[in-house]
């Protein structure tokens, strides 16, 4: 830190009490000086050599107190109140030091004060050459304003100094030596700083530099927001730093200063007001540029900008929705359902229709994937209405595999028991089947959550998956069979309760049988048509065994182990027709 003694007498001023401070000297004290609850018992020909105000002062008061002093004939100290001089007694004190000729030290925490307080006394070059005025703004030009980090003090002590420090340009002087050094070419770049984060703007894309272009950003970090307001914009108005580093600079600024920003966790909060009018400056301070800021830190405003109860928040909504797919699930699990939905319809809205956008889409339909399956740990939170108007909102869009589909449906039924068979095919229709992975597959077989058609379905996919050689049943290798209960999905939830029958089974038993003799027209039924590799599954033909027997009462299955012992009943519905038939 810069510094600048003055004077060279010894510091002589004393303290009698909180309240009282004099000069220890052989000459008697003969005016007092009154700075808020403080009294300085001073001496006049000192104040009088250098300050202008002090001099109007000190006379007016001792013609007045003359006219006493001859109606009461004796002597006594004349008193001036001095009650609205800024930086209150401290900087006084180093004004009547100065005035001593005595030794003070002023550096970036006391020089505005100082400079505000030597304005207010009058402290000029036409009262005395080499006065306070002339060596602060020396000590300001050549020295503090030089400084990286001094700048940064300054300005901030300027903010209690207001409107002095604005009246002498003091603010505005710090914001331009502050800008004018975040705008330098780095590698001009040779003072101090901070700086913490690993990561470097340059992406990889040229050898890192020695100085990163975000350099400053930490630094700024210490100011008051309405200062922090002003550096930005000022920094901005050069033109010389890109959006991205002052993107940088608010995301920095607000893990700084926002409670809870960068955890998961909600803190204690006790001035709502102060951190929701700070959440507000920061969504305005970001640059118009589309990728001026991270997806990451967009999604993380948003969800402190709501806890915070900010008012105008469509634009981040906006923000946060156009870039959905760059979103990660941790950064959204906090957002309400309905937060979520607004969301996706923004994502929609943005993309052009002429532009087939399915590497976005996909990164979406895995995030609503993995939303919808954590949220659905929470019964309360996600109603059956709302998990299938989000779902469906994704449905069309592109996934290499249906696994997160799964287990999204997997973790609803698992927390909601209490769904009727309607609902439960209601929610797996969200699901195809043919996009299971072996795991997923193996897991839904013995899934005693699912109704008894998916798992059908399930297993019926996997069969031709092993009779492809392996081949993904997602493409066009794909056998064309349609599976008769499938029917469902043009008839009401009524009839869908009741079309999984045994006519349907034995249609679909025809079909999977038809093409188990096409492909190995040389193997014996009983030694073929394993459900996974390493023979671990359930045998489709086994399956259809229980499906026949006489434990099969409403189309609804229970899995057990994997063994051939037969499924048990989990539903009350009335009894089929499939009672009496045998494989």
């Known amino acids: 830190m810069k510094f600048m003694k003055l004077g060279s007498k010894p510091d002589s001023f004393q303290s009698e009490g909180d309240n009282a401070r004099y000069v220890a000297s052989d000459l008697a004290t003969d005016v007092v000086v009154i700075i808020g609850d403080v009294k300085f018992y001073l001496h006049k020909f000192p104040l009088l050599s250098k300050s202008a105000r002090l001099q109007k002062l000190i006379t007016t008061t001792t013609s007045s107190s003359s006219n006493e002093d001859d109606q009461i004939h004796h002597h006594h100290e004349d008193e001036i109140e001095i009650a609205d001089i800024p930086g209150g007694p401290a900087s006084f004190e180093i004004c009547a030091k100065f005035c001593y000729g005595m030794t003070v030290t002023l550096n970036a925490y006391n020089v505005v004060a100082a400079r505000c307080a030597a304005e207010f006394l009058e402290m000029y070059e036409t009262v005395e050459k080499g006065n306070l005025v002339y060596k602060i703004e020396v000590f300001l030009n050549s020295s503090i304003l030089q400084s990286w980090k001094d700048s940064i003090i300054v300005l901030q002590t300027t903010r209690a100094l207001s409107p002095y420090s604005e009246e002498l340009k003091l603010t505005g002087r710090c914001l331009d030596s502050i800008a004018s050094r975040a705008s330098i070419d780095t590698s001009k770049v040779e003072w101090s700083y901070t700086y913490s984060k690993k990561k470097n703007l340059d992406n990889g894309l040229r050898k890192p530099q020695a100085v990163p272009r975000d350099w400053w950003v930490e630094d700024l970090c210490d100011l008051h927001i309405d200062l922090y307001k002003r550096a930005i914009a000022t920094i901005e108005a050069r033109g010389n730093v890109s959006a991205d580093v002052i993107g940088e600079a608010l995301h920095a600024y607000a893990i700084r200063r926002i409670p809870g920003f960068s955890k998961n966790s909600s803190v204690q909060i006790t001035d709502f007001a102060k951190y929701r009018a700070l959440a507000d400056s920061i969504i305005e301070l970001i640059p118009d540029e589309k990728r001026s800021v991270s997806s990451s830190f967009l999604t993380k405003l948003l969800r402190a900008s709501i806890f915070l109860g900010c008012d105008e928040v469509t634009g981040l909504k906006n923000r946060v929705g156009e870039r959905l797919d760059e979103a990660s699930l941790g950064d959204v699990l906090l957002y309400d359902v309905e937060l979520m939905h607004s969301l996706v319809e923004v994502f929609l809205k943005s993309r052009d229709p002429r532009e087939d956008d399915l590497t976005a889409?996909?990164?979406?339909?895995?995030?609503?994937?993995?939303?919808?399956?954590?949220?659905?740990?929470?019964?309360?939170?996600?109603p059956l209405q709302k998990f299938l108007s989000l779902a469906d909102m994704v449905s069309s869009f592109p996934r290499q595999s249906h696994d997160g589909v799964y287990r999204a449906i997997d973790m609803f039924l698992k927390e909601h028991p209490e769904m009727n068979k309607s609902e439960k095919k209601r929610i797996c229709r969200l699901m195809d089947c043919r996009k299971l992975s072996a795991e997923a597959c193996a897991h839904a077989v013995q899934n005693e959550r699912l109704p008894m058609r998916v798992v059908v379905q399930v297993l019926f996919?996997?069969?031709?998956?092993?009779?492809?050689?392996?081949?993904?049943?997602?493409?066009?290798?794909?056998?064309?069979?349609?599976?008769?209960?499938?029917?469902?999905?043009?008839?009401?939830d009524?009839?869908?309760?009741?079309?999984?029958?045994?006519?349907?089974?034995?249609?679909?038993?025809?079909?999977?049988?038809?093409?188990?003799?096409?492909?190995?027209?040389?193997?014996?039924n009983n030694n073929k048509g394993k459900l996974m590799k390493g023979g671990g599954g359930l045998g489709v033909s086994r399956v259809f065994s229980k499906l026949w027997s006489g434990k099969d009462r409403s189309g609804e299955m229970m899995s057990s182990s994997g063994t051939s012992s037969p499924g048990s009943i989990n539903d009350d519905s009335k009894s089929s027709s499939s009672t009496s038939k045998k494989h």
């Open 361 to 382: 889409k996909a990164s979406v339909a895995k995030l609503v994937d993995g939303y919808l399956a954590e949220k659905s740990r929470d019964s309360d939170s996600l």
């Open 461 to 492: 996919f996997e069969q031709v998956r092993a009779n492809n050689n392996g081949s993904s049943s997602t493409g066009n290798s794909t056998p064309e069979i349609i599976i008769p209960a499938s029917r469902s999905t043009n008839t009401t």
């Open 494 to 524: 009524q009839e869908d309760t009741e079309c999984w029958d045994t006519e349907d089974i034995k249609a679909l038993r025809g079909e999977l049988a038809s093409l188990r003799l096409a492909k190995n027209q040389q193997e014996n």
